[in-house]
């Protein structure tokens, strides 16, 4: 299942060799800052680390520019007409805007004039980290595919559904382990007096 998240940074349309440019940065890599995490919830924060998208990238798969996220008005697609890139900042993305489609001069105008001020990213996270900082539950993904970049109106954060069951299999996970730590102390405190001492398996 594939997640949606947005990052109001850099997003620039310049001339360049007599074509239009479209680049922005799709995802940032989390630094320690507020800005470079995402907010899914009173208690959850969503992170990515460097490299995550570095394995799917290795396989130059087809990713595409959207005009917030619409299927009807793709801006570009890779190899041919877009570049996706990540490096020690994050996901990159670089397309060639066609301003003979109308919607792509709409693009430019409301880029221009700082209508649209950020990008979002169509996402599928395959390995995860879970932590705890305080009262917030942190995932770091690790390791995602990206299928879609796209500069967008800012839109409201929610914990998707996806989120949340990667949230769930962490809860039960350590459930898990907390159940099993309470067993073995049982375990312990009643080992026989010789001083053997018996440990729980599987």
Not at 128 to 156: D, L
Not at 164 to 175: G, S
Request: aromatic share 8%; proline share 3%.
């Amino acid at each position: 299942m594939e997640d949606i998240r947005y990052c109001e940074a850099h997003l620039e349309i310049r001339a360049e060799n007599g074509q239009t440019i479209l680049e922005g940065l799709a995802s940032p890599v989390y630094d320690g800052s507020a800005g470079t995490q995402y907010q899914l919830g009173d208690h959850q924060i969503e992170r990515f680390a460097k490299g995550a998208f570095d394995e799917w990238l290795a396989t130059n798969p087809e990713i595409e520019i959207r005009f917030n996220h619409d299927d009807t008005k793709v801006i570009a697609v890779t190899p041919t007409s877009a570049k996706v890139w990540s490096d020690e900042k994050g996901l990159h993305y670089k397309a060639e805007v066609d301003t003979d489609i109308s919607y792509n001069k709409d693009l430019v105008k409301q880029v221009g004039k700082k209508i649209i001020r950020g990008s979002s990213i169509r996402f599928a996270p395959q390995e995860s980290i879970w932590s705890k900082e305080g009262k917030m539950e942190v995932r770091t993904v690790t390791k995602a595919m990206v299928v879609e970049c796209s500069p967008v109106f800012r839109p409201a954060y929610k914990s998707t559904a996806c989120f949340m069951r990667d949230r769930d299999n962490w809860i039960a996970q350590e459930k898990m382990i907390e159940n099993r730590k309470k067993v073995q102390a049982i375990i312990d405190s009643i080992s026989a007096p010789s001083g053997t001492k018996e440990t729980l398996t599987d």
